[in-house]
């Protein structure tokens, strides 16, 4: 079992800055990769970010405005969003990946809403 804690979600204006932090508890050195996905409303959840390894992959709706990083824990990771504009507006999710077959936890989300 692995749980999820994400804070850093919160309201800011468009071209503004906010950093999103998940910690991970539990069974982490099952876990192969780390991640953000968002979901807006009335819409499905999509890919912000994730890391695993060396690698990072990210969603095309953010590349160059959001950095995903890894604590020194590697239990933790971080969000840097940069730039936000009015459609990043979401609930955002951490997810982490484990073990061989690949199973998925989330977190409770975080709510970030970029006003115009």
């Known amino acids: 079992q692995v749980q999820l804690a994400e804070s850093g979600g919160g309201l800011v204006q468009a071209g503004g800055s906010l950093r999103l932090s998940c910690v991970a508890s539990g069974n982490i050195f099952s876990i192969s990769a780390m991640g953000w996905y968002r979901q807006a409303p009335g819409k499905q959840r999509e890919l912000v970010a994730n890391?695993?390894?060396?690698?990072?992959n990210y969603g095309d709706s953010v590349k160059g405005r959001f950095t995903i990083s890894r604590g020194n824990a590697k239990n933790t990771v971080y969000l840097q969003m940069n730039s936000l504009k009015p459609e990043d507006t979401a609930v955002y999710y951490c997810n982490a990946v484990v073990g061989v077959i690949g199973y998925n936890y989330w977190g409770q989300g975080t709510q970030v809403t970029v006003s115009s």
């Open positions: 890391i695993f390894g060396d690698g990072t």
